[in-house]
Nanobody
Framework: QVQLVESGGGLVQAGGSLRLSCAASGRTFSSYTMGWFRQAPGKEREFVAAIRWSGGRTYYADFVKGRFTVSRDNAKNTMYLQMNSLKPEDTAVYYC??????????????????WGQGTQVTVSS
């Protein structure tokens, strides 16, 4: 069974940085797409970034381009989200997710089979 565990969330001032981690276990992820999503109170869960585990191609939502970077460490089976220049509107619970087919549109949350429990990111103004 696939398990995804996020860490690294917290409280930061606007303009600051955080790095989220998603430790994955239970399978070989070479064919997977791994993604980051977020959900703010009263809003739908939205796509943030994704990476194809094989090849490392990355995808980003327009609102994070140039500020966030997604990466992975194959040896550690861990995905990261480096978040710089954080804004109060980035406040949300951040989730990592895994798409076992590895072929779907990375920004489509309905294609992801597995989800972590989420980590809170709060950006103060």
């Amino acid at each position: 069974q696939v398990q995804l565990v996020e860490s690294g969330g917290g409280l930061v001032q606007a303009g600051g940085s955080l790095r989220l981690s998603c430790a994955a276990s239970g399978r070989t992820f070479s064919s997977y797409t791994m993604g980051w999503f977020r959900q703010a109170p009263g809003k739908e869960r939205e796509f943030v970034a994704a990476i194809r585990w094989s090849g490392g191609r990355t995808y980003y939502a327009d609102f994070v381009k140039g500020r966030f970077t997604v990466s992975r460490d194959n040896a550690k089976n861990t995905m990261y989200l480096q978040m710089n220049s954080l804004k109060p509107e980035d406040t949300a619970v951040y989730y990592c997710a895994a798409d076992s087919s590895g072929l779907g549109r990375p920004n489509n949350k309905n294609l992801y089979d597995y989800w972590g429990q989420g980590t809170q990111v709060t950006v103060s103004s």
